[in-house]
């Protein structure tokens, strides 16, 4: 078993492969959970606008050790995040009414 220090080490030697903002969806059409025809309230009043990774999914890749960075989603609306394969993750989240106590703990 790896420790976090050996983990962190090994970023060094052999960094993770990592891809962001790939538009599109692993589904296919029709399928329930495909997120590329989710209808939400910000889709419908839109009338057809697509804003990407917005109104429109994306798919982030990454190997074993990729990461993905603390961020506050576009204009503080809630996102749907799914993991289609691979070891369990752990998931952090910051309720809005903290994340500007959150911010000022990152920053010291």
Same mark, same amino acid.
């Given at each position: 078993?790896?420790?976090?220090?050996?983990?962190?080490?090994?970023?060094?030697?052999?960094?993770?492969?990592?891809?962001?903002?790939?538009? *599109? @969806?692993?589904?296919?059409?029709?399928?329930?959970?495909?997120?590329?025809?989710?209808?939400?309230?910000? @889709?419908?009043?839109?009338? *057809?606008?697509?804003?990407?990774?917005?109104?429109?999914? !994306?798919?982030?890749?990454?190997?074993?050790?990729?990461?993905?960075?603390?961020?506050? =989603? #576009?204009?503080?609306? !809630? @996102?749907?995040? !799914?993991?289609?394969?691979?070891?369990?993750?752990?998931?952090?989240?910051? #309720?809005?009414?903290? @994340?500007?106590?959150? =911010?000022?703990?990152?920053?010291?």
């Amino acid at each position: 078993m790896v420790n976090s220090g050996q983990f962190w080490q090994t970023l060094k030697h052999s960094p993770p492969l990592y891809g962001a903002d790939v538009s *599109g @969806s692993l589904f296919d059409k029709n399928v329930p959970w495909n997120l590329s025809e989710l209808k939400t309230t910000l @889709s419908e009043g839109l009338k *057809g606008m697509n804003l990407a990774g917005v109104t429109t999914p !994306y798919v982030y890749i990454g190997s074993w050790k990729s990461m993905f960075g603390w961020h506050k =989603e #576009d204009m503080d609306l !809630y @996102s749907i995040n !799914y993991m289609h394969l691979g070891r369990p993750k752990f998931w952090y989240s910051v #309720d809005l009414d903290s @994340s500007q106590d959150f =911010e000022s703990y990152a920053r010291a």
